[in-house]
Nanobody
Framework: QVQLVESGGGLVQAGGSLRLSCAAS????????VGWFRRAPGKEREFVAA????????DYADSAKDRFTISRDNAKNTVYLQMNSLKPEDTAVYYC?????????????????WGQGTQVTVSS
């Protein structure tokens, strides 16, 4: 079992930055790939970024490339999403998710563990 807790969301002006954290408990977390997803009001959940168990492989949605950076510190059982140059369209609830096996994927259905989410609001 893996439990995930997101933090770091909040209200920020366009052009600002936030760093989200995904803190995990559970013995198998360090062998899991982790993804960040988001759901904006009235929209479906979408993939944002993902990272392999070792941190050596990452993947980003086109909307996140060059602005967001995913990283992890396995000693702290934590995955981060650094978000820069935020835009109003980044407003959403952000979720982290973990999947045993270590390979990052974009399909949400392949992640077995999910956090409760953290709200990010970007004002114009």
């Amino acid at each position: 079992q893996v439990q995930l807790v997101e933090s770091g969301g909040g209200l920020v002006q366009a052009g600002g930055s936030l760093r989200l954290s995904c803190a995990a408990s559970g013995r198998t977390f360090n062998s899991c790939a982790v993804g960040w997803f988001r759901r904006a009001p009235g929209k479906e959940r979408e993939f944002v970024a993902a990272i392999s168990w070792s941190g050596g492989t990452t993947d980003y949605a086109d909307s996140a490339k060059d602005r967001f950076t995913i990283s992890r510190d396995n000693a702290k059982n934590t995955v981060y999403l650094q978000m820069n140059s935020l835009k109003p369209e980044d407003t959403a609830v952000y979720y982290c998710a973990a999947r045993p096996g270590g390979i990052p994927v974009v399909r949400a259905g392949l992640y077995g563990y999910w956090g409760q989410g953290t709200q990010v609001t970007v004002s114009s």
